[in-house]
């Protein structure tokens, strides 16, 4: 049955990890139904490090765009030279992870402690989502002034980085809705501020996975193990299919259903648990008054 969860977690994280409509609030409902019967310090690691399935899905796909080293023809022979495009792409990478890696490394347990809960996640759910819808509709009569992956400067990269900075803060903001959404305010178009948000996911969420596993260590059992691996393998190949079919998407379509998804869903959470508060309180209400 754990192995079973772990697939199912897993296709939920493929699917939501990029489209911009927030994994974490999908984890957390998912898990409201589906608990698995791990560790507490297990699960607050599969959360995270089932990320690195997708991260791999990216790097598949974009080996070429992220190589920095390529073969070149010379005097009869071949030879290994750095690719100038590559290593620029990699600095704005750098510099857009900046903020979101201070406050990470910072902050992350006060964070989690604060923020990781059902009221906030609802709440990003649908203020992103009408940022969607608003910027979307102004979007219809401006045309990007940034069309190419290789012609994102640096200061947009940071903007990016604290657009990113905030869903790094508030879970439900989803990294590739808060990315895109920053790149679309400031005149990306949405292929290029996709791919960006998709290579920008190499280095966060490897990050990401290696400082959860540095505070909770590696101490897990030989099944906890399984499900991890069986997690992050069912993630990568789901993610495969969902990356192309988002690429595929937005070149003919905007981001506006995404807006109504997280405002519906933003709803549903808030619905859901205000729902289970009430009842939890009414059979608390129950049990005191049949005390003698």
């Given at each position: ?43 607050n690691v599969f959360l995270v490090v089932i990320q690195l399935g997708a991260i791999l899905a990216v790097v598949l796909l974009y080996w070429k765009t992220i190589w920095p080293l390529e073969t070149v023809r ?219």
């Open positions: 049955m754990e192995i079973l969860k772990a697939i199912l977690f897993g296709v939920v994280e493929g699917i939501t990890e990029w489209l911009p409509i927030s994994s974490t609030g999908h984890m957390i409902l998912l898990n409201e139904f589906v608990k698995m019967n791990v560790s507490e310090e297990f699960w010379s005097n009869g022979g071949t030879k290994i030279v750095w690719k100038p495009e590559t290593l620029n792409l990699w600095g704005k990478v750098i510099v857009a992870c900046i903020p979101a890696a201070i406050v990470g490394i910072l902050l992350d347990d006060w964070l989690d402690e604060h923020f990781f809960n059902w009221k906030c996640v609802s709440l990003m759910l649908i203020l992103v989502g009408i940022c969607f819808l608003i910027i979307e509709t102004l979007q219809q009569w401006q045309k990007p002034v940034v069309t190419r992956l290789s012609d994102i400067t640096y200061k947009d990269a940071l903007i990016i980085g604290i657009f990113q900075l905030i869903a790094a803060v508030f879970p439900g903001t989803s990294r590739s809705g808060a990315t895109i959404l920053g790149g679309l305010i400031i005149g990306i178009s949405r292929t290029a501020a996709s791919r960006f948000t998709f290579i920008l996911a190499i280095p966060v969420m490897a990050g990401a996975s290696l400082l959860k596993l540095i505070k909770n260590g590696m101490n897990f059992t030989g099944t906890e193990w399984v499900i991890l691996l069986v997690g992050m393998f069912v993630a990568f190949v789901v993610s495969m299919l969902v990356i192309g079919m988002l690429m595929n998407y937005i070149r003919r379509h905007n981001f506006k259903v995404f807006g109504w998804y997280r405002i519906i869903l933003g709803i549903i959470v808030v619905v859901f648990f205000l729902s289970k508060d009430l009842g939890k309180a009414a059979a608390m209400t129950a049990t005191v008054s049949m005390l003698p």
